[in-house]
């Protein structure tokens, strides 16, 4: 069965420095894998996705995530971190059938990322 | 567009009491989802349908009926509200075939006394 965890509930990062949030997952073919971010009291936005080719993905807002298929993780990253950049992250794993998610993703238990001044 | 849409935006019901929730879009996605949000728990999927008259159920559907007569509504239905459904639902769609995101809409936030 699909899993995915999220090993930190909460990330507390100083303006202006890197950050890495990591991901991993469990599935028995190749994943489809996904970064969501979520503000207070809104929707989820998506940051970025992998389904195939190029293990190195860019998403909006500077982010970009690593598939490492040895490791099942998909780690999200930001260089130089921003105060906007605050807010929770969701790595989900997408359940594939003829090239799509089928309408079905797993959700990690998502990140709370603070960012100090 | 207006991409996904939800209503109600915040709902209070007393236990058993039923109601819809209602999730509509209008992209022409054959794919959609209804998720429950809890506090540490991530979101998790409650059913889903991959086109007009085809349901099945996710991770979490007990006390929860969807159906799907059209491309574009894909209500969720709580025929006896319980405390532990207090919760925010998230519906999504997205294309059936290929690369394809899902797009998610704004929330219901749902308080069940």
């Known amino acids: 069965a699909q899993s995915v965890t999220q090993p930190d509930i909460h990330i507390t990062v100083s303006e202006g420095a890197s950050l890495e949030l990591r991901c991993n997952y469990s599935?028995?073919?190749?994943?489809?894998l996904f970064w969501y971010v979520q503000s207070p009291g809104q929707g989820l936005q998506l940051l970025l996705k992998?389904?195939?080719?190029?293990?190195l993905v860019q998403g909006i807002k500077g982010f970009e995530a690593e598939f490492k298929r040895s490791q099942s993780s998909f780690n999200l990253r930001k260089p130089s971190v921003h105060w906007s950049d605050a807010a929770e992250y969701f790595c989900?794993?997408?359940?594939?059938?003829?090239?799509?998610?089928?309408?079905?993703?797993?959700f990690g238990r998502g990140t709370q990322l603070t960012v100090w001044p | 567009n207006a991409g996904v849409t939800q209503t109600p935006k915040f709902q209070v019901l007393k236990t058993g009491q039923s109601m819809t929730l209602q999730c509509a879009q209008d992209?022409?996605?054959?794919?959609m989802s209804w998720y429950r949000q809890d506090p540490g728990m991530g979101l998790r999927l409650i059913h889903y349908?991959?086109?007009?008259?085809?349901?099945d159920q996710g991770e979490v559907p007990n006390g929860y009926n969807v159906s799907r007569s059209t491309t574009e509504d894909f209500p969720l239905r709580l025929l006896s509200a319980a405390p532990s459904q207090t919760s925010v639902y998230f519906c999504?769609?997205?294309?059936?075939?290929?690369?394809?995101?899902?797009?998610f809409g704004p929330g219901t936030r749902l308080l069940v006394l």
């Open positions: 999504a769609s997205s294309y059936a075939e290929g690369e394809e995101t899902q797009y």
């Open positions: 599935y028995g073919a190749t994943p489809y």
């Open positions: 992998y389904f195939s080719g190029d293990t």
């Open positions: 989900a794993v997408g359940a594939s059938y003829r090239g799509s998610t089928l309408g079905r993703l797993y």
């Open positions: 992209m022409n996605h054959e794919y």
């Open positions: 349908s991959v086109g007009a008259g085809i349901t």
